[in-house]
């Protein structure tokens, strides 16, 4: 365990690749609305039905890969494990149109929550379901609310027990009050146990990692601020991370009118445009998968 905190001076290394070449990397958290609030917001009853959320996941998927087939562009479907059993047919169609299949845990909870023990158990659970559903081996792992941190760093080691190759769980900022590990490397790189690790994009801004490239941030900032984020990373030579939600293709989302207006901005504002600045990116960057990048591009070695 800590395995990875060793010679954290990589940080302000980045893999070297040809100006104009860095590929990017497209992915998307397949949950539904409700049960990935569970943990940030109080969902009154009233929104929660198990009927409503299938649908809503399965409508704005199959959004998702229209648009996808569209642009001919391949992505990295992080899929909760509880989907995978419940909508069999849908996982297979992700993978039927050649985009990686990867794992969002069981269920849509934080993972500082449990125990050693239960990470492993419901993981493991997650990883086989997966793929049993898609007779593929799952490389790849996204926590929840990107809940690993300092607190739980030994997740790291559970993921290389388990067969995982790689994890896309941190984001290397201290900005944000549920997760963040601030000191962190900001580019893809290979822990000394062998899992490689993929950070969230962030750019440093007056001293600080601010995040950007996917979620609220991308539905918040201009799309003309996060093209110019994207190009200013790829000039660096490292991939930016875009990273999307069913629930922002806009269908079948339940406005919770209890919430504070601060709550309600973080977990609505700019819903209704996501979508198409999705589309644009689709246009103006090119998306690999993440087992692709791993074949084709060098990650920076951690020396023990
Ligand atoms: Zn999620």
Redesign the pocket.
């Known amino acids: 365990m800590w395995s990875f905190v060793v010679n954290l001076e990589l940080r302000s290394r980045v893999p070297m690749i040809q100006d104009g070449q860095t590929p990017n990397l497209l992915t998307f ?1 397949i ?1 539904g609305f409700i049960e ?1 609030s569970h943990d940030s917001l109080d969902v009154p009853g009233d929104y929660v039905s198990s009927h409503r959320q299938q649908e809503e996941i399965e409508v704005n998927t199959r959004a998702i890969l229209e648009l996808l087939a569209a642009a001919e562009q391949r992505a990295t479907f992080f899929v909760l494990g509880r989907i995978a059993r419940d909508l069999p047919a849908l996982v297979r169609q992700i993978v039927g149109a050649g985009h990686e299949l990867a794992c ?1 845990s069981l269920q ?1 909870r934080r993972l500082y929550h449990f125990t050693a023990g239960e990470v492993r158990s419901f993981l493991s659970e997650a990883k086989h379901v997966l793929e049993d559903v898609s007779g593929q081996r799952v490389q790849g792992f996204r926590a ?2 990107f809940s690993i941190t300092k607190t739980n760093a030994w997740t790291f080691d559970i993921l290389r027990d388990l067969g995982f190759t790689y994890d896309s769980s941190v984001y290397p900022t201290s900005l944000h009050d549920a997760y963040g590990i601030g000191d962190f490397p900001r580019a893809p790189f290979r822990m000394v146990n062998g899992l490689v690790e993929f950070p969230m994009s962030t750019v440093r801004i007056l001293g600080a990692n601010v995040p950007f490239g996917g979620g609220g941030y991308l539905r918040v900032y201009p799309l003309a601020l996060t093209r110019w984020l994207c190009r200013h990373a790829n000039r660096a030579g490292v991939p930016v991370i875009v990273y999307f ?1 069913p629930s922002e293709m806009g269908r079948i989302v339940l406005p919770i009118r209890e919430l504070g207006p601060v709550r309600r901005f973080r977990t609505y504002a700019g819903m209704a445009g996501a979508g198409d600045k999705l589309r644009v990116l689709l246009r103006s960057f090119h998306f690999i998968r993440m087992v692709d990048y791993l074949d084709r591009y060098p990650v920076q070695e951690l020396a023990a």
């Open positions: 958290d949950e990935a969002h849509h929840p609310d939600h």
